[in-house]
């Protein structure tokens, strides 16, 4: 950090700075060195801010109007679409707005492997970030129970059902999820305080998330420490500021397009018929964002292991730091990791796609294979990956990208620690 | 291009979009604030039909109108001629009764006090009109206000009478 | 950067790609008509949607219900417009009950402009009993609640045929070319000549199920005009702004190598 001596120039300014550093604060959020080669895969620490802010706002929004009751939550939804002034165009924001915050977070979350963003010394970022991401999926979970449409109710059921796979006590924990024996009125309520809640509780992580980011400053593409602040380094403003705020807008572009011409094209028709305890619809599908973990629990041919192994399939992901061997961080130096790394992403695509489509036949051979893919890449191919690599000689740093006596990996690595 | 010259365009340019991103923010806002205003299905709402052909002279209804209290009173010939005795002078909110009741039989008035929002309490207070308990504001027979905290007379909405046993208020 | 912008393009493509083959999935399976109310400036025909309400009171309404719709909606700005006595004159056409009264009963009253559109029923148990069991669902999102929208409710409605030999049919059920499964309960609820349109038009089965599902998707998407026109300005105010967004941030790291 760069600015512990901030003093303000006021008297005024000193006096309450002493008492709250509200001041050193934002002299040092200014001046915070980034590094100036950080592409624009960076920006979406910024979108996803600007995500989770507007998710908060038109959430509470619509909870002025919502009602959180059985027989009159969808009616309320319809409520907000046709009477509300701007409830169309709100309810429409916040229920895309979802599928635009996971779509960030993704991205968010494939720079970091890209990277190596995850590695020593930002494990504690990484970490925090898994917490997040998996409090967005509990989150958007409930949120999308709310219409109390037919995949709201039957997501409600498949979901919680998955808990009483848990042996012995599973009957009781389900029924104490539902606050009665099946998905009902209080189980809604209950879903609809959580939902609530858990954007604050994300919220804080956040900053937690910025706060640990700001001890050893941001990675970038090359993926070496540099030295803060230095001419390998812009402060954060004006610099960084404006360079999301442009990628924002590209990014508003496209969510408003989702928002304002096709609203519904990312949700299921079904969840405009009211929910229906006595109909389950013919084709169970999560959000798009959850189909992935979708997949790998279906894969699974046993209630238990099924999902065992889709809560197994974000923990490897917590442990990761751990996993890879590798000390190179950017996979721009890491020739095989690199094609792994694709490998990855398609076979994430590919679990996705598996997950819309229905568990038999060939679908469900290759959900498990790549559902086998996936466990393997980060249990088996990632650690061994580190000792066997032949890594691309690393710059010594970002203005000298000429590798004039290439400093070899120890070197490197004393640096780094 | 000389240094000022940039100087002036990079100005200019940064001017521009901070205005423009101001526009689009207060734009953005508008809608999150209007939510919160009356919506479609409450306005439609805005107006009542009361049947009054049941009212004995002397007696009262309240109705709900806008969620709000609706006195209708239909007055006796002592109650109008008392409303209509007082002189101007001695009123705190100056109004004649014939302005207040169309028909002076009927008289229509939003009974909620306008000190601070109570309801006022009919056929009392010292001039046998209305009296609020909360603040001890006292109404005549015509609802204006007379002693107490209150400000203005008790407010009369906009109504008229669809036939003579029906009124219609909004 | 450029990295950047490419990934952006194919993203877009891959998008637009992706409805256009949702799309034309669509077209296999439902009939695809041209609606005034589809792209970028799309509006309802005012015409059609007045005609939709008639055929949707004098054909539909007497199975299926429109709880969501209120009176007040058909005299509402971007939807049929009738005008407000208009609406007021179809409201007092119907009566619903209302209560109670000062000595504690309930009783009817011609519907106003506030209230809700009248269900046919008075509930889910007496639709099932009086329509062989298959309950005839509630058409104020249904435009919304069918995948292939608009096109699959019109597709269905002028879909009625007779069933091919190897397939037999129950007493009450009827062969349907684009209902799921092709069985359907509603027995084909249009014929010629059915309505008389005020305005003169022939009515035709296609031109009475064009008319109705207009109508059905304006009930299920009231604000679609606004939307759009809400949206388009939006769009081109985050463009420009992002132009300038853009040349700012251009100039801001001018002395800064690498570029942005």
């Not at chain 1, 592409?39 to 908060?56: D, H, K, M, R, S």
């Not at chain 1, 990277?115 to 509990?138: C, N, T």
């Not at chain 2, 939003?110 to 109404?139: A, M, Q, R």
Request: with cysteine; aromatic share 14%; hydrophobic share 45%.
């Amino acid at each position: 950090m760069s600015n512990h001596n901030y003093v303000p120039s006021s008297k005024l300014g000193k006096w309450f700075n002493d008492r709250l550093p509200l001041l050193s604060l934002s002299a040092h959020v200014t001046e915070y060195p980034t590094p100036k080669n950080l592409n624009y895969w960076w920006t979406f620490g910024g979108i996803l801010t600007f995500c989770l802010v507007a998710q908060i706002i038109t959430g509470i929004v619509l909870a002025m109007h919502y009602v959180a009751q059985a027989d009159l939550a969808f009616a309320s939804v319809e409520h907000i679409m046709r009477d509300v002034n701007y409830g169309w165009l709100i309810r429409y924001f916040h229920a895309n707005g979802s599928s635009m915050f996971f779509l960030a977070v993704y991205i968010h979350i494939f720079r970091s492997l890209y990277y190596g963003s995850y590695k020593s010394p930002r494990e504690v970022i990484w970490i925090l970030g898994m917490m997040i991401y998996f409090l967005m999926m509990m989150t958007a979970f409930m949120g999308y129970v709310l219409p109390w449409g037919q995949m709201s109710f039957w997501a409600a059921t498949v979901i919680t059902n998955l808990f009483s796979a848990v042996p012995l006590i599973g009957e009781s924990i389900t029924n104490w999820l539902w606050g009665g024996y099946a998905v009902d009125s209080p189980t809604l309520t209950r879903f609809y305080a959580l939902h609530y809640l858990f954007p604050f509780l994300i919220l804080g992580l956040v900053i937690l998330h910025i706060w640990a980011l700001h001890i050893p400053g941001n990675n970038n593409p090359i993926g070496i420490d540099i030295k803060k602040p230095s001419k390998d380094t812009v402060p954060f403003h004006p610099y960084i500021v404006i360079k999301d705020l442009y990628a924002l807008l590209i990014f508003l572009i496209l969510f408003a397009f989702f928002v304002f011409y096709a609203p519904n094209l990312l949700g299921h028709p079904d969840n405009y018929i009211e929910a229906n305890p006595l109909v389950t619809p013919t084709h169970i599908v999560p959000e798009w964002y959850l189909l992935p973990f979708y997949a790998i629990l279906r894969s699974v041919p046993d209630k238990l292991l099924g999902v065992v192994a889709m809560f197994a399939s974000i923990f490897v992901l917590v442990i990761l730091p751990w996993l890879d061997t590798s000390k190179i961080k950017s996979a721009v130096f890491r020739p095989l990791y690199k094609q792994f790394y694709w490998i990855l992403v398609l076979d994430v695509f590919l679990l996705g796609y598996m997950g819309a489509m229905p568990a038999e036949g060939l679908y469900l051979l290759v959900a498990r294979v790549a559902t086998a893919y996936y466990f393997i890449h980060f249990i088996i191919i990632l650690p061994i990956l580190g000792f066997k690599e032949k890594t691309i000689p690393l710059p010594l740093s970002i203005s000298e990208p000429v590798l004039n006596g290439t400093p070899n990996l120890e070197e490197n690595n004393k640096t780094s620690t | 291009m000389s240094d000022q010259e940039k100087t002036k365009r990079r100005d200019f340019l940064f001017t521009a979009s901070y205005a423009l991103g101001a526009v689009g923010v207060g734009a953005a806002v508008w809608p999150l604030i209007d939510q919160m205003n009356p919506d479609s299905s409450v306005k439609a709402l805005a107006s009542t039909e009361v049947d009054i052909s049941t009212i004995e002279p002397g007696k009262s209804i309240t109705v709900l109108w806008r969620g709000k209290p609706v006195f209708i009173k239909r007055r006796t010939k002592d109650e109008i001629a008392e409303a209509k005795a007082v002189k101007l002078e001695d009123l705190i909110h100056p109004e004649k009764d014939e302005d207040r009741a169309k028909n002076s039989e009927w008289l229509v008035m939003i009974g909620v006090c306008t000190h601070l929002g109570c309801v006022p309490l009919g056929d009392k207070g010292e001039y046998n009109g209305w009296f609020c308990p909360c603040h001890g504001s006292h109404y005549d027979t015509s609802g204006r206000i007379r002693k107490g905290p209150a400000p203005t007379n008790l407010e009369i909405p906009k109504y008229e009478f669809v036939n003579s046993n029906t009124i219609k208020i909004g | 950067m450029k990295f950047f912008f490419k990934t952006i393009c194919i993203f877009f493509v891959l998008i637009a790609f992706n409805i256009q083959k949702v799309e034309a999935e669509e077209n296999t399976k439902v009939l695809k008509v041209e609606w005034s109310f589809k792209g970028l400036f799309g509006k309802f025909d005012r015409a059609s949607l007045q005609r939709g309400y008639q055929v949707y009171a004098e054909v539909c309404a007497s199975c299926h219900s429109m709880k969501h719709l209120s009176y007040r909606n058909l005299a509402e700005k971007g939807g049929p417009e009738f005008s407000k006595d208009q609406a007021k004159a179809i409201a007092s056409n119907f009566e619903l009950t209302d209560g109670p009264n000062s000595d504690g009963e309930m009783f009817t009253r011609p519907a106003k402009l506030s209230d809700k559109f009248v269900e046919p029923y008075q509930n889910i148990e007496e639709a099932k009993a009086s329509n062989g069991g298959a309950y005839p669902p509630d058409m104020s999102v249904l435009v919304k609640a069918r995948s292939g929208g608009a096109n699959y409710i019109y597709s269905v409605l002028v879909g009625y045929d007779d069933p091919p030999t190897d397939v037999t049919l129950d007493d009450g059920v009827y062969y349907n070319t684009y209902m799921i499964g092709n069985k359907i309960m509603m027995p084909n609820p249009l014929t010629e000549g059915l309505v008389e349109y005020n305005d003169g038009t022939k009515a035709t089965e296609e031109q009475m199920a064009k008319d109705v599902t207009t109508f059905l998707t304006w009930a299920a998407e009231p604000h679609l005009e606004a939307r759009h026109k809400i949206g388009f300005k939006a769009i081109i105010y985050l463009i420009i702004l992002s132009i300038l967004a853009y040349f700012s941030m251009k100039r801001l790291w001018s002395r800064i190598e690498p570029k942005v």
